[in-house]
């Protein structure tokens, strides 16, 4: 029994056999790769960066995974994944002059992949991997399918199309990016082909009690503490649903990085019974909001977030912005009323 994933329909044959062929040729001629995830990475992005950073390893090819932030950061849930000892952040970035070929993973555009956009610039070949519907694109394949309900998908697909084995180490990255990004296959883009996928990783011998368990039910005293705060200023926004809340430099200081990303306090605003869309504000350290954003009606937060210059799903979504806090919640509300 097979279901044919939706996103297959969605690719080329061309641009696939070209994306192989790339793949191919750096494993045949040991070629330096770097694999790189969005900044701030999900378990789809480093999941699938990592899934494959393994499978070029134990082929032949030199592969770096990467992430092109300064600190690099990795959330505690994914840090034990297979292979994140090996990523580096943007002051291990190999020089562009020793890089044979850039693969992005999960990001929609150039400036999602940080400082290893520099790639980009130096002109290094670059292979695109994403399943975003909205975005600039870039590189000089693109495999790109809407359709899939991760990243990790498509990251499987090259890997079958190579016939590189998937060990257990590959398919516990590959789960990460699939239970995640598909909240624990709750979301609508679960179908039947993402139920055959999951199973599929299980057989192959993903470590998916312990892997869930670090993901979903595993969180430090200080990060609950902070999950209280921002829960403690939780403001509703009748007329558009909207639930939003903030935290503050303080109290991520005070954390010491727990919280290394906003998702998990997003996500528990979005089960707010009224609510159709959540955001949760975090200062960066340079100053500007992290905004992370969810919808679970119609309200289409990837449309929101390409407005205010980020980019994302129609349910979740996220940009960077500055200002005063008021006034940015101001104009997110502005938004959804002219909607
Ligand atoms: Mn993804």
């Not at 209280?228 to 509703?236: E, F, V």
């Not at 929101?304 to 806090?325: D, I, K, M, N, R």
């Amino acid at each position: 029994m097979s279901t044919l994933a939706p996103w297959r329909d969605e690719v080329e044959d061309r641009e696939l056999a070209r994306a192989t062929a790339q793949l191919r040729r750096a494993i045949d001629d040991h070629q330096r790769v770097v694999v790189a995830a969005h900044v701030a990475p999900d378990g789809d992005a480093l999941g699938g960066a990592l899934a494959l950073h393994l499978a070029l390893t134990d082929a032949g090819a030199r592969s770096v995974p990467v992430v092109g932030e300064d600190p690099l950061v990795l959330p505690s849930s994914l840090a034990a994944l297979p292979g994140a000892d090996q990523v580096r952040g943007q002051a291990g970035l190999p020089p562009a002059s020793e890089v044979d070929l850039l693969v992005s993973i999960d990001a929609a555009s150039p400036d999602r992949i940080g400082a290893a956009s520099d790639y980009l610039d130096a002109q290094v070949p670059t292979l695109m991997v994403d399943h975003h519907a909205r975005g600039t694109g870039f590189g000089d394949v693109r495999l790109v399918a809407p359709g899939a309900a991760a990243t990790v998908q498509l990251v499987a697909g090259l890997l079958d199309e190579l016939e590189l084995p998937v060990t257990p180490s590959v398919a516990t990255c590959l789960y990460a990016g699939l239970v995640t990004d598909t909240g624990r296959f709750g979301h609508a883009s679960t179908d039947a082909s993402v139920m055959e996928f999951g199973a599929r990783l299980l057989a192959a011998g993903a470590d998916h009690v312990e892997l869930t368990r670090r993901l979903f039910d595993e969180r430090s005293i200080e990060e609950l503490q902070l999950v209280g705060r921002a829960l403690a200023r939780l403001t509703y926004v009748p007329d558009v649903a909207l639930v939003h809340t903030h935290l503050t430099h303080q109290e991520l200081d005070a954390s010491e990085g727990e919280l290394a990303d906003t998702e998990g306090i997003v996500d528990l605003l979005r089960s707010a019974e009224d609510a159709e869309v959540a955001v949760v504000l975090k200062p960066a350290p340079d100053g500007t909001w992290r905004v992370s954003m969810r919808s679970t009606g119609q309200a289409d937060v990837g449309a929101l977030a390409t407005a205010f210059g980020g980019g994302g799903h129609a349910a979740a979504a996220g940009f960077s912005a500055t200002g005063e806090q008021d006034e940015l919640i101001g104009r997110i509300v502005a938004w959804l009323r002219a909607r």
